[in-house]
């Protein structure tokens, strides 16, 4: 039978693969979105705020792990 503090650990984990998940699709998509921006200020935000979002994934990364 599994026990309410499981279910509870076993959602967790589904979140937190789903954050992984969601944060490779953001960097990825920030990375794109650098390409089609062509003034220079904005071009390094977008690749900071891409930094940011691998950055997230390495710490939701080693929570799962």
């Known amino acids: 039978m599994t026990t309410v503090s499981e279910i509870a650990r076993l959602k967790l984990i589904r979140q937190l693969q789903d954050a992984y998940s969601g944060e490779l699709a953001a960097a ?5 979105h650098c390409h089609s921006v062509r003034d220079p200020q904005q071009r ?8 940011e979002e691998w950055h997230h994934r390495r710490l939701v990364g080693g929570l799962l792990a």
């Open 28 to 32: 990825h998509a920030y990375r794109g």
């Open 44 to 51: 390094a935000r977008i690749r900071q705020i891409e930094d």
